[in-house]
């Protein structure tokens, strides 16, 4: 992560960050550690290089309280260099991304997802081949298309295969229309966030739903935040809550997530996390 002014020009030239960290990324490891934080017991299925990057991004997620279930990914570790601007944009470089070939133990995968409470399928070069295994299990599907743009071919299957659907907004012409889309393919229910304003949502029945992010916030990185938001409203549909009020530990997660250059912050606690949201 390396935090700029303003974003270069394109032209050739010296740049001078303001500061920079290396962190564990990825939107699979961000919700892992967000619920593992949470006191959910989570698995994460990956793909991880065995490389210096991997022994750390293996050892952070385990001493995260995150159960891992890895396959050794061939083309090394997946590495990414983010440029943030101070309103927290974000210009990605993928360095290494993954390879869409990964050979996994899709029996070790099933059994795993036939455990589970929800199946979450993130977006990863490899992570389409999973989805029937994620179908055949019959666990709710739950996925993140990120910045999805309302056309993009890749991630129709996502879509078609999910119980649950989040975007954000960055790359959607009409996010209300994106959610009135989602509720008529079935859908149980779908998200969008829309960073410093909060997210919206809709569920089956057609209710729209609005939730404002947190208020006193103080931004010291925002990479992580929707994973965040997505962890957070997943621990409270688990917890039983109605959809209002997970989106509401949803956006505290989010706000405190961004108080940290850590995908999950140090202090989320499902504790901590009822606390606020009865005050608010």
Known sequence: MVRVERFPEAVAATVHPTGFHDAIGSAGAGKALNLARLGVAVTLIAGIGDDLAGSRVREGLVDGGVRLLDAVDAGGTAEHLNLMDPSGARISLLLRNGSADLAFDADAVATAMAAADVVVVDLAPWTPRILPI???TGRPVWTDLHDYDDASDWHRAFIEAADVVFASADRLEDPAA?????????????????GRDGAIAMDVSGRRYEVPAISGTIVVDAN???????????????????????????????????????LASPSLSADRLRAIADAS
């Open 134 to 136: 994620a179908h055949a």
């Open 178 to 194: 994106f959610l009135a889309a989602m509720v008529e393919r079935g859908k149980r229910f779908s998200v969008v966030t829309l």
């Open 224 to 262: 992580g935040a929707g994973d965040a938001f997505f962890a957070g409203t997943l621990f409270g549909m688990l917890d039983g809550l109605p959809l209002e009020r997970a989106l509401r530990f949803g956006s505290i997660a989010g706000g405190l997530a961004v108080g940290s250059t850590e």
